[in-house]
């Protein structure tokens, strides 16, 4: 899919661990920053650093938002397809583990 022109600034994203299992990248957000479309290649936990309130574009041109507590993990599954913005009016950060290889 070919990422249409930003019109927002980009989210931060600094990548912590990257190994053959997991690769965990911390995202910082400005009030109104975005992440750019993407799709997600592998299964996915968040556990978000701050609260705060993301507006999750979908294809289709649906959207839909989601309030992060600070400390309260959720998991998608791979292919998940979207664009994430800080829908807030503060700093929004959240720390992303992507599962590359169950060990075990």
């Not at 910082?28 to 650093?49: I, K, L, N, Q, S």
């Given at each position: 899919?070919?990422?249409?022109?930003?019109?927002?600034?980009?989210?931060?994203?600094?990548?912590?661990?990257?190994?053959?299992?997991?690769?965990?990248?911390?995202?910082?957000?400005?009030p109104g920053a975005?992440?750019?479309?993407?799709?997600?290649?592998?299964?996915?936990?968040?556990?978000?650093?701050?609260?705060?309130?993301?507006?999750?574009?979908?294809?289709?041109?649906?959207?839909?938002?989601?309030?992060?507590?600070?400390?309260?993990?959720?998991?998608?599954?791979?292919?998940?397809?979207?664009?994430?913005?800080?829908?807030?009016?503060?700093?929004?950060?959240?720390?992303?583990?992507?599962?590359?290889?169950?060990?075990?």
């Amino acid at each position: 899919m070919r990422e249409p022109l930003r019109c927002r600034p980009p989210a931060v994203a600094t990548v912590q661990i990257d190994d053959a299992n997991v690769r965990v990248t911390r995202w910082d957000f400005e009030p109104g920053a975005e992440t750019g479309w993407h799709r997600h290649g592998m299964a996915y936990v968040v556990v978000p650093v701050t609260d705060g309130s993301l507006l999750v574009e979908l294809p289709g041109g649906e959207s839909m938002t989601a309030e992060l507590k600070a400390g309260v993990a959720y998991a998608r599954a791979a292919g998940v397809e979207h664009n994430v913005v800080n829908g807030g009016t503060a700093p929004l950060s959240f720390v992303e583990t992507e599962i590359k290889h169950l060990i075990g």
